[in-house]
């Protein structure tokens, strides 16, 4: 793991637990980045019209990568633009779930549509609570992230799966963007109907890509209108035979980006995702029993079985302000500080913050 981590340059400077926020470059991905754009340097239009190539490549290598269908693996900047996308061809008048405080880009496109959107607090019985309120509320769509952005707390993927056997007409809409590259996950054994996510975070793909992974019969679920050239791959006579995933990639998608995204899943299956969901874990374990006891930790956090490598622990402009002085990159979100560990991060440096914490 020494040899991995000494490819991010970061690290050498700094105790980077931030990538929550943003997933960090490293030497290899650099190096092909560097390339790929000698080659556009140097052939121009020549190198661009073998893009196609790459950008099949990369909707392959997602859905070997998630367990998906490449034919149901939509390519699209970010996992906003994504759910815009399909919530203009979900019929109005739908019961909608959603979870308090998650992500504004789950949230926002579900309030400013013509459904009826209900709430509920995030809290140690979250699936608990789930399940009763489908059944109080008749909800039809259930939309959540997989693991909260504020405070890391992480749905029971074996609750989906179940949900989505007693509630068969119930439409699971995910954000993976805090989960996808964290542990081994297959999307078609998951009981999700359209899971989406962007790429700059733990799945080290850098900016300006993302994906939609969509369940055999979602296009049944979905009346959508958005095409263009690029959906139809090019072909003059192929309008109407847009396939339903083709429908989210109307424009043309950039090969510097994509192809990020491609050499990173290769990156991070060449590592091996039981070896990063191993060290993930461990890390985690560590920093939450440390954290709980320093009474860091909000009680829904403390009584959850699993939670992912995402913390908040209350902490002022005071606090904060003294972790950057230490080289601790973290991020003020809520009303805390937030705390979140890739594969690359270390014990020891838990053990770095902890110090801080307690003062010394």
């Not at 990568?65 to 019929?91: K, Q, T, Y």
């Not at 769509?141 to 993927?157: M, R, T």
Request: hydrophobic fraction near 40%.
């Amino acid at each position: 793991m020494q040899k991995i981590i000494k490819q991010f340059p970061v690290l050498s400077q700094y105790t980077y637990v931030n990538t929550a926020s943003s997933g960090l470059l490293y030497d290899g991905l650099l190096d092909w980045r560097q390339e790929h754009d000698l080659d556009f340097l140097i052939g121009g239009s020549k190198m661009k019209m073998k893009g196609h190539l790459l950008i099949s490549e990369t909707r392959n290598s997602i859905g070997k990568f998630f367990g998906c269908s490449a034919h149901n693996v939509a390519l699209v900047p970010n996992f906003s633009i994504g759910l815009n996308l399909l919530l203009e061809g979900m019929e109005a008048n739908r019961n909608v779930l959603l979870l308090d405080g998650d992500f504004p880009s789950v949230s926002w496109p579900f309030e400013t549509r013509e459904c009826a959107t209900y709430y509920l607090k995030v809290t140690d019985s979250l699936e608990e609570n789930i399940y009763d309120r489908i059944k109080k509320d008749h909800i039809n769509v259930l939309a959540l992230s997989l693991v909260q952005w504020l405070n890391g707390i992480k749905v029971d993927l074996e609750f989906l799966r179940n949900l989505k056997k007693d509630f068969p007409e119930l439409l699971i809409i995910a954000d993976g963007t805090q989960f996808l590259g964290t542990e081994i996950f297959n999307f078609e054994a998951s009981g999700i109907d359209v899971l989406g996510a962007s790429s700059y975070k733990w799945l080290l793909g850098g900016y300006g890509n993302g994906f939609m992974l969509f369940a055999d019969d979602a296009h049944s679920k979905f009346k959508c209108r958005s095409t263009g050239f690029n959906a139809a791959d090019g072909d003059m006579e192929a309008m109407g035979k847009v396939s339903f995933a083709k429908q989210f990639e109307p424009g043309h998608l950039d090969t510097f980006n994509f192809g990020s995204l491609n050499f990173s899943l290769g990156f991070l299956s060449d590592i091996g995702m039981d070896t990063i969901s191993e060290q993930i874990k461990k890390l985690s374990l560590k920093a939450k029993g440390e954290l709980e006891n320093l009474g860091m930790l909000e009680a829904s956090v403390v009584k959850r079985k699993e939670h992912s490598s995402i913390f908040n622990i209350p902490g002022d402009k005071e606090l904060y302000a003294k972790l950057l002085e230490r080289d601790v990159v973290c991020a003020q979100r809520g009303d805390g500080i937030r705390l979140s560990f890739h594969f690359y991060n270390t014990e020891n440096e838990i053990d770095k913050i902890m110090g801080i914490l307690k003062g010394t």
